[in-house]
């Protein structure tokens, strides 16, 4: 069982333009939804983290929009560049525990 | 390079065998966490380390399946008669408060013909 479903699975964007990925959960006890971006052979890497209190959280191009009663989390890439060409994975953690549910993915490619 | 090793980067072996891989977390990071990663999917839990005490296992850790940290250093994970279904990259995070603050290393990525 998906503990975090992700969608889309894969996702073209124009360079300059915004990438916007979804997730959404079921377990309410969860209480740290971070984002990953991974590029090929190499291993996740943290990009931004939001708790569960906090509406919407901005690391420079990188917003995520948290919306609690749905239940669902969303990461929007502004500016969007090639550079930005890889998967990435939304997580989450229950409340305490030592171990994250990561998403299916989602392939990025930003076209020039 | 001050961040999680893994060692090896790659391994193709015959079904049957056994194969250990080894992670070297980032120096003084006393929590350890190893995952799984198939192709297409994200990783998978499936065991963690506080020092050399490991208090947490995945279901998915099979009794095929053994990890160590002998000195709360570097960690083992190793793998008997491995099968096909064992291929998968195999990732190692460590931390020094938790799994909020985990890195995480490149990973091995096993192959089993």
């Known amino acids: 069982q998906q503990q975090v479903k992700q969608s889309p699975q894969s996702l073209i964007v124009q360079k300059g333009g915004i990438s916007i990925i979804n997730c959404a959960y079921e377990?309410?006890?969860?209480?740290?939804f971070p984002w990953y971006q991974q590029f090929p052979g190499k291993g996740p890497a943290l990009l931004i983290a939001i708790r569960p209190d906090v509406s919407e959280k901005k690391e420079g191009r990188f917003t995520i929009s948290f919306n609690k009663s749905a239940k669902q989390f969303s990461l929007h890439i502004m500016d969007s560049q090639p550079g930005d060409s890889a998967t990435y994975f939304c997580?989450?953690?229950?409340?305490?525990?030592?171990?994250?549910?990561f998403g299916t993915g989602t392939r990025l490619t930003v076209i020039p | 390079d001050t961040g999680v090793s893994q060692d090896p980067r790659h391994k193709i072996t015959k079904r049957g065998q056994n194969v250990t891989f080894r992670c070297d977390p980032i120096?003084?990071?006393?929590?350890l966490y190893w995952y799984r990663q198939t192709l297409g999917q994200g990783p998978e839990f499936l065991t963690y380390?506080?020092?050399?005490?490991?208090?947490?296992k995945s279901r998915l850790l099979s009794d095929r399946f053994s990890a160590e940290r002998p000195k709360g250093s570097f960690s083992t994970l190793e793998i008997q008669r491995t099968e096909q279904g064992d291929s998968a990259m195999y990732l190692c995070?460590?931390?020094?408060?938790?799994?909020?603050?985990?890195?995480f290393g490149q990973g091995t990525r096993l192959t089993v013909v």
């Open positions: 995070a460590s931390s020094i408060r938790g799994i909020t603050e985990a890195f």
């Open positions: 377990n309410t006890a969860f209480d740290y």
């Open positions: 380390f506080q020092n050399e005490a490991q208090l947490e």
């Open positions: 997580a989450a953690r229950n409340t305490g525990a030592n171990n994250l549910f």
């Open positions: 120096s003084e990071h006393n929590r």
